[in-house]
């Protein structure tokens, strides 16, 4: 409202023509619309007020040394300070070096320990591959051989009983029977040709596998060493 504008201009006016009217402590800043032309004084104070400031203000040499007063500082002795440090540091290099030790004795005993139950599979493994190797040699044995030597027999028994026949019918009942043990003997033969390259085949993996075992914890166990 310009009404409003121009009476604060003559109220700014008039104090900047009366200052003492101010109250002591104020400070009353000019607004900018109410700058005269050339004049550019921003704020107002009561004329008393601002010598009372001045007389009362001390006027301070920065350079004196009487001026500031002293900080009171902690006396120190800087040769006890430092020895303290090293020793600290001492006593933690010390514990660092004791904390590695006790690692390396925990380290190199579980070491010892998987060395040994790996001694022990390996003799456990040999056990089973010995017990497994007899129980083939006698499953063989038993089962081929001794089959194969009872067909033999029987097949003697029946030629031998065939050769003493007198009918035509016996002849032939009695070659039959020759036949199948023929067959039955070609067959335990074929059948063990077989078992036997089975077994062979296991015992070159078994021990290709316990060979690639062994050969990775020792490169194991070598590099823990080191």
Known sequence: CPSLLDFRRQIV???RRRPDC?????????PVDCYPKGNYTRK???????????????QLNINSTNVWPELACRQSNTEQIFNST????????QKYIEDQQNIEQHFHG??????HGWTVIQNQVLTQNEMITTACNIVEDVLFDSC???????????????????TEEEQKTFLTIEEHLKLMTAK?????????????????????????????????FSKTNV
Do not use: C, W
């Not at 007020?49 to 007389?55: G, V």
């Not at 067909?151 to 026949?165: H, L």
């Open 110 to 115: 579980q070491l010892k320990s998987i060395q």
């Open 22 to 30: 101010l109250p002591p402590q104020v400070q009353f800043f000019i």
């Open 44 to 58: 107002l104070i009561n004329p008393t007020t601002e010598h009372r400031q001045r007389k009362f203000t001390p």
């Open 13 to 15: 006016s008039e104090l």
């Open 86 to 93: 090293v020793k600290e540091l001492a006593e933690l290099k």
């Open 148 to 166: 194969q030597t009872i067909n033999n027999m029987v097949g003697n028994i029946v030629n031998e009983i065939r050769s003493k026949s007198t």
């Open 188 to 220: 335990l033969i074929d059948k063990k040709q077989v078992y036997n390259q089975f077994q062979e085949q296991l015992k070159v993996l078994t021990y290709q596998q316990r060979n690639a075992a062994t050969s990775i914890m020792n490169s194991l």
